[in-house]
């Protein structure tokens, strides 16, 4: 299972951690995982982008554990991305529930 962990403060993202595996490998005969590549896909992008824009450094990615954890501040940029990447992601877990359970809290 995939699970996603969401910090909230206020109307602001402020950490996104996820860990696991959806374990869905034979969809439509293929030994592709469909959910855990649209979760990756997320991840990556948000990654990119906080590099883009110089904002990396709150990024720790362990891939023995298979996790990514994200932590963002109040910067208008970095708030856009990981706001993108947190409705993505909560679209997918919607969508999978079976595969991916999403917890928020406001901290």
Request: proline content about 1%; glycine content about 6%.
């Amino acid at each position: 299972m995939v699970r996603i962990l969401v910090h909230r403060q206020g109307g602001e993202v402020r950490l996104i951690h996820v860990s696991g595996h959806a374990q869905t490998r034979r969809l439509r005969g293929n030994e592709k995982d469909l959910i855990c590549a649209a979760v990756s896909v997320t991840m990556e992008n948000l990654l990119q982008g906080l590099s883009l824009i110089g904002h990396d450094s709150n990024a720790q990615i362990d891939e023995k554990e298979s996790s990514v954890r994200v932590i963002a501040d109040s910067d208008p940029m970095e708030q856009l991305l990981i706001q993108t990447a947190y409705r993505t992601l909560k679209g997918i877990a919607e969508d999978h529930e079976k595969y991916v359970e999403m917890h928020e809290m406001e901290v």
